[in-house]
């Protein structure tokens, strides 16, 4: 595995590198930057202000350090079984390189620009360097950040994950990143639970409900049987172009159930795969369920639903063993949340 931090100046891709290097055994590697070092990281004289390195980190470094992307990912491919961190994810040709290998997951790392702006002046101070103004910063933050041809924020929008780290104290950051699981390795390769759910969302996206989009994949042995999402019956005016009076008049919950024509996600995947085709181990994957058929021996959601504790006592009458799918933490993660 080979991990990527990138974010803005004094966001803590640094900390979060030392926190997989001390708990869970990942090595640094350096790529050497081409450009000219951006505002942001220098005083308010302009002298460019070192990168605090923790005791010992320069031990070895010559063997981890790379001028180039290709040198880098080359050394990783060979050592892939390996983990690896590098925070020197310097422009988008850099990542174009990173992105080619399965080993590899880009985390941004965040925190607000006022934040920031006080650990940058930490740095300065302890360095004996004037600080740069609150607004000077935020000028050369936003160069840095949103420049048409080298801005970092193309960047952080590709990353899988993104960090909002706004801990007051390493021990707090550390605790929180014990929670999110960086280190899993379904963010490099979905698990089977995660690639079919991934599937149900998908098949999600074709719904026509005016009221919940829902999406439902049928499994055997790890092969799709069929799929299906919500919706009016076929030949049926499409729900949201007006064919459900219930979903189109804004009934509440359990309301106006007998004018509803749409058909559910898992009623649709069943029909479409056929009882002859389903049979005993078929796994039925789904956003919200609240069916269950013949041959299904399991279930996996992902959303719980308004009629959870009943539909859980039906699928347990029945044999049907349903559990609810909880993939790792993706999008934005506030890690004082966590």
Known sequence: ???????????????????????????????????????????????KLPQDERNGIN???????????????DFVTKHWQKRWVTTDVWDENVLEVLLRRPFFVLIGVDA?????????????????????????????????????????????????VRLLNASSSLP?????????????????????????????????????CMKRRVGCVLVRERRVISTGYNGTPRGIRNCNEGGCPRCNDGFGAGQGLATCLCIHAEENALLEAGR?????????????????????????????????????????????HLRQFSPPRNGLVDLTDV
């Not at 966001?11 to 930057?33: I, P, T």
């Not at 031990?59 to 990912?73: K, N, P, Q």
């Not at 933050?141 to 801005?151: A, E, I």
């Open 1 to 47: 595995m080979l991990i990527g931090l990138c974010g803005g100046i004094c966001a803590g891709k640094h900390s979060v590198a030392d926190y997989l290097e001390d708990n869970h055994g990942f090595q640094r590697l350096y790529l050497a930057r081409t450009a000219a070092t951006p505002q942001v990281e220098k005083s308010a004289l302009d002298t």
């Open 59 to 73: 031990e070895g470094r010559a063997e981890f350090s790379f001028t180039r992307a290709e040198e880098l990912v």
């Open 112 to 160: 607000p620009v006022s934040l920031r702006w006080k650990r940058f002046k930490a740095r300065c101070e302890k360095h004996s360097q004037p600080a740069p103004s609150l607004e000077e910063f935020v000028t050369r933050n936003d160069h840095h950040l949103y420049n048409s041809t080298t801005g970092l924020a193309k960047l952080i929008e590709q990353s899988s």
């Open 172 to 208: 707090s950051l550390h605790r929180a990143l014990n929670e999110v699981d960086l280190t899993n390795e379904e963010r490099l390769r979905p698990s089977w639970d995660q690639y079919f759910m991934r599937l149900a969302s998908l098949a999600a996206q074709r719904s026509n």
């Open 276 to 320: 002859e085709r389903i049979r005993e181990g078929a796994i039925l994957y789904c956003d919200t369920i609240k069916i269950t058929q013949v041959g299904i021996s399991e279930v996996v959601f992902s959303q719980s639903y308004s009629m959870d504790t009943e539909t859980a006592a039906v699928f347990k009458e029945s044999g049907v």
